[in-house]
């Protein structure tokens, strides 16, 4: 794959760069844990993560991985659209990687509706400079119409109080995975 679509260390750069020790932060969609190990080792002992998957399985992975690499998080086996009755506190970073988990059920995915109800939570709780980043997934059933919703969603966004970019190949054959990342901006 070509570095240009490897968007992860990219994503991970930004969010580096407003996570300090000690902060609270959010996975909306946990998969193979790979994001809320990251966020884990952002945050340190002093700092919480809340992870999100609609999927057992996937919840139990990422327990076992953060267990073998010593961190913990809040999980909760449970759609993304209930973050604000577990986080009561501002995160400064927000992930999301929608679709279906990796090597699980792909038959179970995340949803328009759901999807949109977790992004204005995450928003609502996000910190002044906070980050939320959204690997949209347009490629599988439901998925174009979901990241259609998302993009709608960002748009209206206001500026200067929400900066939005969108990052995806131009010249795809397939519908192609594509990020987009808002940064909250208070004034």
Not at 23 to 35: E, F, K, P, S
Not at 129 to 142: A, E, N
Request: charged residues 20%; glycine residues 8%; negative net charge.
């Amino acid at each position: 794959m070509s570095f240009l679509l490897r968007t992860l260390p990219l994503v991970h750069d930004w969010v580096k760069q407003v996570v300090k020790p000690g902060d609270r932060v959010l996975d909306a969609t946990v998969g193979n844990g790979h994001d809320t190990l990251f966020l884990a080792e952002l945050v340190g002992t002093e700092g919480t993560v809340y992870g999100f998957d609609l999927q057992e399985e996937a919840v139990s992975r990422t327990s076992e991985l953060l267990e073998q690499a010593g961190h913990q998080a809040v999980l909760t086996a449970g759609c993304h659209s209930q973050l604000s009755q577990v986080v009561k506190e501002p995160v400064t970073a927000a992930m999301f990687n929608l679709g279906y988990l990796p090597n699980g059920d792909k038959s179970v995915i995340t949803q328009e509706q759901t999807t949109l109800l977790a992004l204005e939570s995450a928003l609502e709780l996000l910190a002044h400079k906070g980050i939320i980043t959204i690997m949209c997934y347009p490629g599988h059933d439901g998925g174009a119409s979901e990241a259609s919703a998302v993009e709608a969603w960002a748009r209206e966004l206001e500026t200067p109080h929400y900066l939005v970019m969108r990052m995806s190949p131009h010249n795809p054959k397939n519908p192609a995975p594509y990020l987009i990342a808002v940064q909250k901006n208070l004034p």
